[in-house]
């Protein structure tokens, strides 16, 4: 079984600061992982995934995380956030191979402050 | 390329009653799966179609069911329904053959009340 901790569930931010949203997850075994944003009334776009490889993954809108195995973690970071970045955030994880489902965290609203 | 549609966008049923929701994958995919967010929390997977078989499912009574047809596209059914299933209802869909990882993209949801 697999399960996902997102710790904060609200970071407020200042326009042009940096971000950090965190992600712990737990598995017993190989896993995918991923951040998804969901903005208001629509579904989920994916942010970037780790599959393997370099454990730090860049995604779309200057998003980056990092993955680290002994800690479980995988958080997400952006170094300068804008006003257009607040929506929700999600930290999800599947089985290792394809079409697997996913399992996600409780989410953690980014709201970006003028 | 359309993307993941779903209909009805929203949908008001009464307590007891019984449901359905529809989904189109994207072009060329053939994985369907459903997923309930209901509000303030994240997604929770029901089930995965597949080849007209639902070959997954996750943590949810027998009043969750689907189907798959032979163009890919999918519906969720919900009988009985509780005033705990109002959430918001996600299609994604797949490619499952191919590369060892396939992405889900989802679809707008259907906002589901339950009075």
Do not use: M
């Not at chain 1, 737990?26 to 393997?52: D, E, M, R």
């Not at chain 2, 072009?27 to 597949?50: C, E, K, M, N, R």
């Not at chain 2, 191919?98 to 009340?113: D, V």
């Amino acid at each position: 079984a697999q399960s996902v901790t997102q710790l904060d569930s609200q970071v407020p931010v200042f326009e042009e600061a940096p971000v950090e949203l965190r992600c712990n997850y737990s598995s017993s075994v190989s896993v995918y992982l991923f951040w998804y944003v969901q903005y208001p009334n629509q579904g989920l776009q994916l942010l970037l995934k780790y599959l393997s490889g370099s454990t730090l993954v860049k995604g779309i809108n200057g998003f980056e995380a990092e993955f680290n195995k002994s800690q479980t973690s995988f958080h997400l970071r952006k170094p300068s956030v804008h006003i257009s970045d607040t929506a929700e955030y999600f930290c999800a994880v599947s089985g290792s191979g394809s079409a697997r489902q996913l399992t996600f965290g409780s989410g953690t609203q980014l709201t970006v402050l003028p | 390329d359309a993307g993941v549609t779903q209909s009805p966008t929203h949908l008001i049923k009464t307590r007891g009653q019984q449901v359905t929701l529809r989904c189109s994958p994207k072009s060329g995919h053939d994985t369907v799966s459903w997923y309930q967010q209901a509000l303030g929390q994240g997604p929770q997977f029901i089930f995965q179609y597949y080849e007209e078989e639902e070959r997954q499912r996750g943590n949810f009574p027998d009043r969750f069911s689907g189907h798959q047809f032979p163009n890919y596209s999918s519906e969720l059914n919900v009988n009985a329904l509780l005033l705990g299933d109002s959430a918001l209802y996600l299609c994604a869909s797949s490619l499952a053959l191919g590369s060892t990882y396939n992405e889900q993209f989802f679809g707008p949801g259907t906002r589901l009340t339950v009075l």
